[in-house]
């Protein structure tokens, strides 16, 4: 990935610009982890991007973005920009291209993000972002309590990278965050949601989650019920347990929710729940309720029935020991049968299931 991150940067050198890769993929470089993201800062326009790569696409409210893919790899690449005042706590309210790669960096969140490689894979760090990678350190670049105001979204991007990173906040992000929390309200609720599920998808989720409480963002991002949580390695366990109105999920996801909400009122342990709503509801419900995984998955392989289709007697020869054509009495029978099977009053064997219906129907 390097090599051809670093062939790309050249074509853009090779046509006259200046060009660098930048943000995440260098900082990951820098502490040997896997990257899928190339951002690249130049001083050629969107325009001048698209006469070079033809498959380049501006993005909608790109601020000066292209979208190129070479190689099959994606690469951000955004032109050297000034921006001037934020007018939403989110977004400046115009840009300027520049030709300075230095003032470009001076924009951006955080030291770590803002360091450099060349086309020959030198490193580029006018703001010490490798010190702060070594000491493993959060800082913004400008005053941070100017920082997030002008972008609010960056207190979540620094829990992020605190959680994710397992570093520390710098002291004054510390008393920034407090002082500007509230301004969270004024960011969409999809882009804090980017933002949260990396955190709780991260092996430091329950770190991320304590700190959320500890800094107190949790009434600004609307997470009343995270004292809730205490099974941090499934995301859809940690949404179900806050069960926040505010945030939008796919239609699995929140089917899956829903289910967790029902069987977290109910026994996660009992034959019939763990039945209806399966295994993997009932672990994310249960767990949370300090039941261990091993017993919820102990009851469940208990089961003499997993499935309906798991019952020894076919619809057909229900209708020709009753002597009818098919019809809604058949899902009678099986909602009965699930039942007696489960509860063990009836043994899941074709002769005894024939039996018990020509008793019983």
Known sequence: MKEIALEFIKIINDNGFKAYIVGGYVRDYLMNLESNDIDVTTSATPKEIKKIFKNAKITKDSYGSVQVIYKNLPFEVTTFREESSYFDNRHPSSIKYIDDLETDLKRRDFTINAICMDKEGNIIDPLNGGADIKNKIIRTINE????????????????????????????????????????????????????????????????????????????????????????????????????????????????????????????????????????????????NKGLSKKEINEAYDKLPIKAKSDIQVTSLDICKLLNKNPDAFLNDIYNNLEIEILRGNLINKKEDILEYIKNNF
């Open 144 to 287: 941070s309590n100017k920082s997030f105001q002008d972008d609010a979204l960056r207190i979540l991007r620094a829990l992020r990278f605190s959680v994710t990173l397992n570093f520390k906040l710098a002291g004054d992000i510390v008393i920034a965050i407090s002082k500007n929390k509230h301004l969270l309200k004024n960011i969409s609720y999809e882009r804090k949601k980017i933002e949260l599920d990396k955190i709780f998808t991260s092996l430091n989720a329950k770190s991320g989650i304590e700190l959320i409480k500890n800094l107190g963002l949790a009434s600004a991002l609307d997470l009343e019920n995270l004292d809730r949580i205490k099974y941090y390695t499934d995301i859809v366990g940690i949404w179900s347990m806050i069960n926040s109105k505010c945030y939008k999920f796919n239609k699995h996801e929140k089917e899956l929710i829903k289910k967790v909400n029902i069987v977290y009122d109910l026994d996660n342990l009992n034959e019939l729940v763990l039945y209806k709503y399966g295994l993997y509801v009932n672990i994310l419900a249960g767990i």
